[in-house]
């Protein structure tokens, strides 16, 4: 099994900054997909998550319009974690953040799955 642990979340005012961050663990074969989604208030289905950025195993990022331009997505592959640089933060940005990563373990190694970490919390107040 692979574990997710989010960390960076928190209250910020409108137009601060967050950094999150997601460690992968367990017994991980290779890693391709990694990325960061969000679920607003009110959105409850886990299909209303929104996809807020993705990178993959070669860097190659691809960032929500919403966010284009304030948020970076960034990858360390030798510490299996995937970070997202918010910027310029706006009170519609408040919502859950999850972190999924798509992974194959040892023991599978040609099956990828879709692996979700827990959520972290981003309230944009004043």
């Known amino acids: 099994q692979v574990q997710l642990v989010e960390s960076g979340g928190g209250l910020v005012q409108p137009g601060g900054s967050l950094r999150l961050a997601c460690a992968a663990s367990?017994?991980?074969?290779?890693?391709?997909?990694m990325g960061w989604y969000r679920q607003a208030p009110g959105k409850e289905r886990e299909l209303e998550r929104e996809l807020v950025a993705v990178i993959t195993s070669g860097g190659s990022t691809k960032h929500a319009d919403s966010v284009k331009g304030r948020f970076t997505i960034s990858r360390d592959n030798a510490k299996n974690t995937v970070y997202l640089q918010m910027n310029s933060l706006k009170p519609e940005d408040t919502a859950v953040y999850y972190c999924n990563v798509e992974a194959s373990t040892i023991g599978d190694i040609l099956r990828m799955r879709d692996y979700w970490g827990q959520g972290t919390q981003v309230t944009v107040s004043s």
């Open positions: 367990g017994n991980i074969f290779t890693i391709n997909r």
